[in-house]
């Protein structure tokens, strides 16, 4: 038998192993991705990724290093029975989650943190989002992992196997010494500052970072930081200074906005198309024949060609479309209705001006808190999930989209004149189930994915040509734009900005120039002053806002990611990595001068959120 004191110090290798064998689990898991790393990127994931792995071991043996602190003075405690039950629980649990990591981050690119409590109200779309996983894989990989480190466990490193020392004096000191120096492990070392996740950033491929991150400490650390929104992380230069940059990227030279109506107090159909990226679209440069009918609407209309989502997630898009307001990085100002309330919101314009207001979606409002923002947006209706025949769901989101359509079509029918009518699609979503023959083959995501895009595209095209024959389709303005786009085809890393670019199409009845596009760099945040001022409606509150449609002197996009953000201008794109506090990726043309516009951008905009 081993001597008691060698316990606690083979108890932590026991836990930074377990860990470095789930990073090599990541690294096969994701093999595509790995293979184009270096073997000395491979290498330093390992190396730098060590000082979270030995930080977060240091917070799992807190509690088994107290019992053996107070086993070694009262020996009849029954500690091993304790620890085991403890390593047991922690050891499947872990396992779990880290399951759970490696798939989620195919789809959104980002170790698993605090992004999945936002839909907790709503665990039939969590479950959905989940639901192209393959699940018996993922079940294999935690039960091997956890019981692989069972077995270990049980045959060297259950505390049975350590005699136990008659000097209770020495053994205690030794074991109160073993929980003091968890302090440096736990904290990263001597300095001033405790260790957070930017120690393993050490590469240029964000994928490489990612890697290096110990899964657990990265989602504690989101959970200690869930809901704290007093302060603003981003400080890269004085506040008077990140303030003047942005508010200089909003003053334009006097100049006449495009005139594109022929009504002056058009109904307006407000149509927000789930993940529908441009790499799908043929009209923006994407795949042909996916999406004939809205390509045949942007021909038919205006069609602004350089559009980027402003976030990557369906709440963040929908405040940025609706509210023109910035996204946020690592929370979304959805979460807080008492912010949302302060926000403008189209819906409010629109009812000032008599009009009647409407939100249609044939999922639950609930998702994300979507339904405080709509409220707080004063709606005169709002449809969902339950508003339907259950019989014309899908099996995880709600209703299809040709079902959604076939409502609005019904519905404004008797809808008070002039009106305000949004439209969320949903069918685009995971798992992407469509009610039609698919159209292409294959069973992969990117196939399902595809086959769901075209649907909603072929619902889309139904519900125009029958909404042209209404009389109320010549009085008629028709947005249609994306609540963000999609890493898929390709899986882009999560900071791509193709992974950003969405359509952006003005069209209908009301619509009197055709066939014109737009190709001003633009993001979501200036599709509701385009459109009010397209109206001659008064848009001052959305002061993050430009008119596209009268060249703006600073055209740009800007928008977000997991901690990062990327700024697009006419000279090229630069992405930035906030915990790496350093470049992604820069276009040639790109001068310091943008990369300094990013991050008062960034640190600016935040900075506004905290203060809501």
């Not at 047991?88 to 170790?111: K, M, P, Q």
């Not at 120690?199 to 989101?222: D, I, R, T």
């Not at 009812?351 to 005169?380: C, M, P, R, V």
């Not at 086959?451 to 029958?466: C, H, K, M, P």
């Amino acid at each position: 038998m081993k001597r008691r004191i060698y316990f606690q110090p083979l108890y932590f290798i026991y836990w930074v192993l377990f860990f470095i064998v789930a990073r090599a689990i990541f690294l096969i898991y994701h093999l595509d991705k790995t293979e184009q790393l270096t073997s000395a990127d491979v290498a330093y994931t390992f190396l730098y990724g060590l000082r979270l792995d030995l930080s977060f071991s240091a917070y799992i043996c807190a509690f088994p290093f107290i019992l053996a602190l107070i086993s070694a003075i009262w020996s009849r405690l029954p500690v091993i029975g304790a620890i085991r039950i403890y390593t047991f629980l922690l050891l499947v649990l872990i396992s779990i989650l880290l399951s759970a990591d490696l798939e989620l981050y195919t789809f959104w690119g980002f170790r698993l943190d605090t992004t999945p409590l936002q839909y907790l109200n709503t665990p039939g779309e969590m479950v959905a989002t989940a639901a192209t996983a393959p699940v018996f894989l993922l079940s294999l990989i935690t039960f091997v992992l956890s019981a692989s480190f069972i077995l270990l466990y049980l045959r060297a490193f259950d505390i049975r196997h350590f005699k136990f020392a008659h000097r209770k004096l020495l053994l205690g000191s030794l074991s109160l010494v073993y929980l003091a120096l968890l302090v440096l492990p736990l904290r990263g070392g001597w300095q001033q500052i405790p260790i957070n996740q930017s120690v393993v950033y050490f590469s240029e491929k964000p994928y490489a970072n990612h890697a290096g991150l110990n899964m657990p400490w990265n989602l504690m650390h989101a959970l200690l930081k869930y809901n704290k929104t007093s302060s603003n992380p981003y400080h890269y230069m004085d506040e008077h200074k990140a303030e003047g940059i942005v508010k200089s990227l909003y003053k334009n030279s006097p100049s006449d906005t495009l005139d594109i109506l022929n009504t002056q107090r058009p109904n307006v159909l407000f149509i927000i198309l789930e993940s529908y990226t441009a790499k799908f679209v043929g009209s923006l440069g994407g795949e042909t024949g996916v999406t004939p009918h809205l390509d045949s609407l942007a021909a038919q209309g205006i069609n602004f060609t350089n559009m980027y989502a402003s976030g990557d997630r369906s709440e963040k898009g929908m405040v940025a479309l609706l509210s023109g307001y910035p996204v946020q990085t690592i929370t979304s100002i959805i979460k807080t209705p008492k912010k949302t309330e302060k926000l403008p919101q189209l819906s409010k314009v629109f009812e000032k001006q008599g009009y009647s207001t409407s939100y249609y979606y044939g999922g639950e409002l609930e998702f994300a808190n979507i339904k405080s923002f709509l409220l707080n947006g004063g709606y005169d209706k709002l449809i969902d999930k339950y508003d339907f025949d259950p019989s014309t769901y899908n099996s995880k989101w709600g209703a299809h989209d040709h079902v959604l359509f076939d409502r609005v079509l019904q519905d404004l029918k008797q809808e008070k004149k002039p009106f305000f009518t949004t439209v969320y699609t949903l069918s685009s979503h995971e798992p992407f189930e469509i009610p039609i023959t698919p159209k292409y083959p294959g069973s992969d995501n990117e196939a399902l994915f595809r086959n769901s895009v075209y649907y909603t595209d072929w619902a889309l095209g139904r519900f125009i040509e029958q909404a042209k024959k209404e009389a109320w389709w010549k009085n008629t303005l028709v947005v249609l734009v994306a609540d963000h786009g999609h890493p898929l085809p390709g899986y882009d890393p999560n900071h791509a900005p193709s992974k950003f670019h969405i359509p952006f199409i003005l069209t209908g009845g009301a619509v009197k120039q055709k066939g014109i596009a737009i190709t001003t760099v633009g993001a979501q945040t200036d599709i509701a002053t385009t459109l009010l001022e397209a109206l001659k409606l008064p848009h001052s509150d959305f002061a993050w806002g430009r008119d596209l449609l009268s060249a703006p002197d600073n055209p740009f996009a800007f928008y977000v990611f997991n901690d990062g953000f990327g700024l697009v201008t006419p000279q090229g794109v630069v992405t930035y990595d906030n915990v790496a506090d350093k470049i992604i990726s820069r276009d040639e043309a790109v001068s310091d001068e943008q990369v300094q516009i990013g991050k008062a951008y960034m640190q600016y905009s935040f900075g506004d959120f905290v203060k809501k």
